[in-house]
C-alpha cells in the first residue's frame, strides 16, 4: 500500500454505500453514528455520574472538577443569555455540547490504526477482507456530523427567536432589519437576514471539521513515518521522528480539541443569546 493509498483508506468512512461510490441522502457513516451515540451515552453518565455522587462536604477531584466545568459554562451562559427562563435550558445544552464535542475529538488522541486493526480482526475472523477495514473514529472530523450540530444549533436559534418575539414579530424582524422599517428596503433586509442565517450555520459547522479534519490527517502523516522505518540510518530517523512529532503533536492536540468545543459551544451561546435580541 502506498502513502498516498493509506491515507484514502484511512479517511475512508464505513459506510452504507460502497466505498467510492456516489455520495447521496441515503448513504450513512456508521462509523461516526456508532462513535457519535457512544460517546454522547457516556459523557451524560460521567455527568449523572458526578452529580449522583455530589455531597455536600468537601468535594473529590472528580466531582471538583464537574463542579468547576459546570461553573464556568454557567457564567457563560449568564453573560450572553440574560433571560433566566431560557438558560435553565440552554446552560445544560452549552455544557452537553462541550462535553459531547470535547470527548468526540479526543479520539483523534487513540493511534490512527488502532480501531481499524480491532475491526479488521474482528470482521476478518468471519471472512472479511482485512484490507477494506474502512474506519474513521473521530466523528468531528466528518462534515455531515459537524454541520448536523451546527443545523440543529440554527433550529434551536429559530426557536427562540419565534418565544421570544412571536411569529409576527420576528417575521417583522426579518424585513425590517438590518436596515429600517421602509417597504423598499423589505427585500434587501430579508436577503440580508437569510445570508446571515446561513453563513453563521456554515461557518459554525466547517470551523470544527475543518480543525479536526486537519489534525486527523497530520495524524496519518505522522504515522506514515513510522511506517517507513528500515534498519537503516535514514529509517531509524524516520522513526525517532515518528515518535517525537507523533508526542509533539499529540499534546498540542489536547489543545486544540479543548478549544474547538470551547468555541462551539460559545459561539452556540451567542447564537442563541443574539435570538433573543429585539431589533
Not at 461510490?21 to 462509523?31: E, K, P, Q, T, Y
Not at 531509524?236 to 470551547?262: K, M, N, V
Request: net charge neutral.
Amino acid at each position: 500500500m502506498t502513502a498516498g493509498e493509506y491515507i484514502v483508506h484511512h479517511l475512508t468512512h464505513l459506510q452504507s454505500a460502497k466505498p467510492g461510490g456516489v455520495a447521496d441522502l441515503s448513504v450513512f457513516n456508521f462509523d461516526s453514528l456508532f462513535f457519535s451515540i457512544l460517546l454522547g451515552v457516556l459523557g451524560c453518565w460521567i455527568l449523572w455520574r458526578a452529580a449522583r455522587k455530589a455531597t455536600s462536604g468537601v468535594p473529590g477531584r472528580f466531582q471538583a472538577a464537574v463542579e468547576i466545568l459546570v461553573e464556568v459554562v454557567d457564567q457563560q451562559a449568564k453573560g450572553i443569555v440574560h433571560n433566566v427562563e431560557s438558560r435553565k435550558y440552554v446552560a445544560p445544552l452549552a455544557l452537553t455540547i462541550f462535553v459531547w464535542i470535547f470527548m468526540l475529538n479526543a479520539m483523534d488522541l487513540f493511534p490512527v490504526d488502532l480501531f481499524p486493526a480491532i475491526w479488521a480482526k474482528i470482521f476478518g475472523i468471519a471472512g472479511h477482507d482485512p484490507e477494506h477495514a474502512y474506519l474513521r473514529v473521530v466523528p468531528t472530523a466528518d462534515l455531515s456530523v459537524a454541520m448536523g450540530m451546527s443545523v440543529t444549533v440554527l433550529i434551536i436559534c429559530l426557536y427562540y427567536n419565534i418565544k421570544i418575539k412571536g411569529l409576527g414579530g420576528w417575521i417583522h424582524e426579518l424585513f425590517t432589519a438590518p436596515f429600517g422599517n421602509h417597504w423598499a428596503l423589505y427585500p434587501f433586509n430579508f436577503a440580508m437576514q437569510m445570508i446571515e442565517f446561513i453563513a453563521k450555520t456554515v461557518s459554525h459547522g466547517m470551523r470544527l471539521f475543518g480543525n479536526m479534519y486537519a489534525g486527523e490527517l497530520i495524524f496519518l502523516l505522522i504515522a506514515l513515518m513510522g511506517g517507513a522505518w528500515t534498519l537503516s540510518a535514514t529509517g531509524i530517523f524516520l522513526a525517532l521522528g515518528h515518535i517525537i512529532a507523533g508526542t509533539a503533536w499529540a499534546i498540542f492536540h489536547i489543545l486544540i480539541i479543548t478549544l474547538q468545543a470551547f468555541v462551539f459551544m460559545m459561539l452556540t451561546l451567542v447564537y442563541i443569546g443574539q435570538a433573543h435580541d429585539h431589533h
